[in-house]
């Protein structure tokens, strides 16, 4: 979230104009998930299908890689252990998106440490932002909450300096009388 005390730049929604906060962005649908205008609804649709459709080609392409091995004459046992990472790799990969999408994670440098696992299960993480999109799009849960906290602190934050601050200073240096 960020402040903008002049006038809204490009992004900004009606309600982040008059609070002065602008939304974070999401990959593919910017801050339309806000409000859910803009073609909120067609990019969740484009998502989905390009995201299965990206899973179904890596899919495809694993198989060729697969295919490759065995014309290699590499042995079953390489062979197993091969769909083994790559079954193992796309679960842990799948996990940690879903869960990416509703918290922030806990401890980032773990994070950054199973980005090779991750990457290595690719297709994990494109089928749980495929599945994701059916609900809504990913990550908005867990933006909405941290928008809608950002927004209630900057209100309670302004409310609180109505007023001329000037005379609440001058009401608290005079001294009581007795």
Not at 35 to 50: E, F, P, Q, S, T
Not at 61 to 66: K, M, N, P
Not at 102 to 129: M, Q, W
């Amino acid at each position: 979230m960020s402040e903008n005390s002049e006038a809204p730049g490009p992004g900004t929604t009606p309600g982040s104009t008059a609070s002065g906060l602008q939304p974070e962005p999401l990959l593919f649908f910017g801050t339309t998930w806000v409000d859910h205008d803009g073609g909120y609804g067609l990019r969740r649709v484009g998502a989905a299908v390009g995201s299965l459709a990206v899973s179904v080609a890596a899919c495809f392409v694993l198989r060729l890689a697969f295919q490759g091995l065995e014309i290699a004459g590499v042995g079953d046992i390489v062979g197993i252990l091969i769909v083994l990472m790559f079954a193992i790799c796309s679960a842990i990969a799948f996990r940690k998106t879903w869960e990416g999408f509703s918290r922030r994670p806990a401890d980032p440098v773990r994070e950054a440490n199973l980005r090779g696992l991750k990457t290595i299960g690719f297709v994990g993480s494109l089928i749980a932002y495929f599945l994701r999109t059916f609900k809504e799009a990913p990550g908005e849960q867990l933006r909405r909450a941290e928008y809608e906290t950002a927004v209630a602190r900057y209100v309670k934050r302004r409310s609180a300096r109505t007023g001329n601050p000037a005379a609440r200073t001058a009401k608290a240096k005079r001294p009581k009388r007795k």
